[in-house]
């Protein structure tokens, strides 16, 4: 080999250990800012894609059997909170309200008749107690005719026939004064009886009258529940019921989904689970928007349980042919409410969820109970004070002067 060659040689395995040498310082410096880059950033999140949308799918289902004559509401339609939705035919409803109406207005009026009979009785009472004084006042005149008339019957004055009718007309006075004592008293405990059931009550609170006031109630509501409010402001889901459809009470017909109110489930890992604590800010980015839209949220709760231990048929860990699989975690994260008007979601939706858990000093389950409803709707409250009104009316307009 030439000089020249040995020298091209060497030129060469130099440049080459340049090279290396800048690969490998390149390498070592990208690993030290990934390190510092994931010390720094990356070791304070937990992120996953498993995260879908979920909202509370309120059923809408009939409290009573009917069949459906009007359906005033579609998929995809916006509902407000006690809108009608679907109609069931009234008719056997109304005939059993106006039953029980008429049986009210009846009861009513029997009931004044147990409170009018307690005067009634009064008075009669009083007129048994004047039979009974006058029936003594007999007697007693009659017992005076027969003492006075005795001395004479020896001596001749007063005949013996005499004698015997006045003695007659005692005894008489005698049993009438029996007759008088025992009507009285059983004027006494007519009264009585007729008292104790009207004593303490008015004729409104009258047991009689109650039981068929509820009678009336139940049946008002009967009719009320032929309409089908919307319990809940909304989105129309899952319509399934169909016009003339026989439907009984519990079938679902229709859903209503807020979609104002949704939250986002998602899974973490099992491994995941120690660094997340309640109260966390969550960045959200939906699918159906993409990067371009981003969510703000926080961790409101951490399930129970893994998914697995919840499934219709959970996985049997004790048996033979055992595999370890990782669990996960729900993990349920609330949205901004003005964020999911600007950028509305559906449930169901895909999500990707990164937690910001640099702050562990937050709670890994709650410690304290739910002080108010978690949901609530006053829709039905109307029907149940409508009733009331109408078994008022009912007992105002037939009680005269017992219900004054």
């Not at 309200?97 to 049986?103: G, I, P, S, V, Y």
């Not at 009258?206 to 919307?230: G, I, Q």
């Given at each position: 080999m030439s000089t020249q060659e040995s020298a091209i040689a060497v030129e060469r395995s130099s440049t080459r250990k340049k090279a290396l040498s800048a690969v490998t310082a390149v390498v070592i410096v990208g690993a030290i800012a990934y390190a510092a880059y994931w010390a720094l950033v990356l070791n304070h999140y937990e992120s996953t894609d498993n995260a879908y949308v979920q909202g509370n799918v309120v059923q809408l289902t009939p409290q009573v059997g009917g069949t459906v004559v009007a359906i005033n509401a579609d998929d995809t339609d916006h509902v407000k909170a006690g809108q009608l939705l679907v109609k069931l035919d009234p008719a056997d409803a109304q005939v059993a309200l106006e039953q029980a109406q008429a049986q009210l207005a009846q009861t009513v009026r029997e009931v004044r008749t147990l409170y009018a009979n307690n005067s009634t009785l009064v008075a009669q009472i009083a007129l048994r107690e004047a039979d009974l004084a006058r029936a003594q006042s007999e007697l007693a005149r009659a017992q005076d005719?027969?003492?006075?008339?005795?001395?004479?019957?020896?001596?001749?004055?007063?005949?013996r026939e005499e004698f015997n009718h006045t003695t007659t007309q005692a005894a008489s006075a005698k049993s009438s004064v029996a007759a008088a004592q025992s009507a009285l008293l059983a004027a006494r405990e007519q009264l009585a009886a007729n008292q104790t059931l009207t004593d303490?009550?008015?004729?409104?609170?009258?047991?009689?009258?109650?039981r068929a006031a509820v009678k009336l109630r139940e049946?008002?509501?009967?009719?009320?529940?032929?309409?089908?409010?919307?319990?809940?402001?909304?989105?129309?889901?899952?319509?399934?019921?169909?016009?003339?459809?026989?439907?009984?009470?519990?079938?679902?017909?229709?859903?209503?989904?807020?979609?104002?109110?949704?939250?986002?489930?998602?899974?973490?890992?099992?491994?995941?689970?120690?660094?997340?604590?309640?109260?966390?800010?969550?960045?959200?980015?939906?699918?159906?928007?993409?990067?371009?839209?981003?969510?703000?949220?926080?961790?409101?709760?951490?399930?129970?349980?893994?998914?697995?231990?919840?499934?219709?048929l959970p996985a049997q860990n004790a048996t033979g042919n055992w595999?370890?699989?990782?669990?996960?975690?729900?993990?349920?994260?609330?949205?901004?409410?003005?964020?999911?008007?600007?950028?509305?979601?559906?449930?169901?939706?895909?999500?990707?969820?990164?937690?910001?858990?640099?702050?562990?000093?937050?709670?890994?389950?709650?410690?304290?109970?739910r002080l108010s409803a978690q949901a609530q709707t006053k829709v039905f409250e109307q029907g149940n004070t409508a009733a009331d009104e109408q078994v008022r009316k009912i007992i105002a307009a037939n009680s005269g002067r017992a219900g004054k």
């Amino acid at each position: 080999m030439s000089t020249q060659e040995s020298a091209i040689a060497v030129e060469r395995s130099s440049t080459r250990k340049k090279a290396l040498s800048a690969v490998t310082a390149v390498v070592i410096v990208g690993a030290i800012a990934y390190a510092a880059y994931w010390a720094l950033v990356l070791n304070h999140y937990e992120s996953t894609d498993n995260a879908y949308v979920q909202g509370n799918v309120v059923q809408l289902t009939p409290q009573v059997g009917g069949t459906v004559v009007a359906i005033n509401a579609d998929d995809t339609d916006h509902v407000k909170a006690g809108q009608l939705l679907v109609k069931l035919d009234p008719a056997d409803a109304q005939v059993a309200l106006e039953q029980a109406q008429a049986q009210l207005a009846q009861t009513v009026r029997e009931v004044r008749t147990l409170y009018a009979n307690n005067s009634t009785l009064v008075a009669q009472i009083a007129l048994r107690e004047a039979d009974l004084a006058r029936a003594q006042s007999e007697l007693a005149r009659a017992q005076d005719d027969v003492a006075r008339r005795t001395p004479l019957l020896d001596s001749g004055a007063v005949g013996r026939e005499e004698f015997n009718h006045t003695t007659t007309q005692a005894a008489s006075a005698k049993s009438s004064v029996a007759a008088a004592q025992s009507a009285l008293l059983a004027a006494r405990e007519q009264l009585a009886a007729n008292q104790t059931l009207t004593d303490g009550v008015t004729l409104a609170q009258h047991p009689n009258v109650l039981r068929a006031a509820v009678k009336l109630r139940e049946s008002y509501l009967a009719l009320k529940r032929t309409e089908l409010l919307a319990p809940v402001d909304g989105f129309v889901a899952k319509r399934s019921v169909q016009l003339g459809q026989r439907v009984q009470a519990g079938a679902p017909l229709l859903s209503v989904i807020a979609l104002h109110q949704v939250w986002i489930e998602a899974n973490f890992k099992e491994s995941q689970l120690s660094s997340l604590r309640l109260g966390q800010p969550v960045e959200l980015v939906a699918d159906v928007y993409g990067k371009k839209v981003s969510y703000k949220g926080q961790i409101d709760g951490l399930g129970a349980g893994t998914g697995a231990a919840f499934a219709l048929l959970p996985a049997q860990n004790a048996t033979g042919n055992w595999i370890k699989v990782v669990q996960r975690i729900p993990v349920r994260i609330t949205l901004d409410a003005k964020e999911l008007v600007a950028h509305p979601l559906r449930v169901g939706l895909s999500m990707e969820a990164r937690v910001d858990v640099s702050q562990t000093d937050g709670l890994m389950l709650a410690d304290a109970s739910r002080l108010s409803a978690q949901a609530q709707t006053k829709v039905f409250e109307q029907g149940n004070t409508a009733a009331d009104e109408q078994v008022r009316k009912i007992i105002a307009a037939n009680s005269g002067r017992a219900g004054k």
